[in-house]
């Protein structure tokens, strides 16, 4: 109906280049913001590994496979150690999910780097305090985060 007001169309507004640059402005900006959530639920799942049962506890021949609050023979300096990098990557990944929209260049470039590193603390972590089960889960979320920033990247 403008169009026939004013006797312009759309197309000789913009260009097709011009529309094709908001559109894939658009698409790379999608593609960040579904990175972000996925990285922050990520960080976040790390509030479940307080309570399933990952961790390895010798009990006489035998080992059980206990959560992080029912081992009885982990000195504090690991489960305060534990504790630290779990709650801290947890709200790490809270404040991805609450900050995607946020428009600073350093956290937009940074988010990501970070993130992986305090899953690469968290791998090395276990793997030092020989704990298979849960540096396995770390390592593939890890894997998987390196994955979704190489594909980020490519875009």
């Known amino acids: 109906m403008t169009g026939k007001i004013i006797d312009v169309t759309i197309d000789e507004l913009l260009s097709g280049d011009e529309i094709l640059l908001a559109a894939e402005q658009e698409k790379k900006e999608n593609a960040w913001s579904l990175q972000t959530i996925l990285y922050g639920l990520f960080d976040m799942m790390n509030l479940v590994f307080f309570f399933l049962p990952l961790f390895g506890e010798q009990n006489g021949d035998y080992i059980e496979s ?90």
């Open 66 to 155: 206990v959560s992080l609050f029912s081992m009885k023979s982990l000195e504090n300096y690991m489960l305060i150690s534990y504790m630290v990098i779990f709650g801290i990557t947890a709200v790490f990944g809270i404040g991805e999910i609450l900050l995607q929209h946020y428009q600073n260049h350093f956290w937009k470039k940074n988010h990501a780097y970070i993130s992986m590193v305090l899953t690469i603390a968290a791998t090395l972590l276990f793997i030092l305090s020989q704990e298979p089960y849960i540096a396995f889960f770390q390592f593939w979320i890890f894997i998987i985060k390196g994955v979704l920033y190489v594909k980020q990247q490519s875009m």
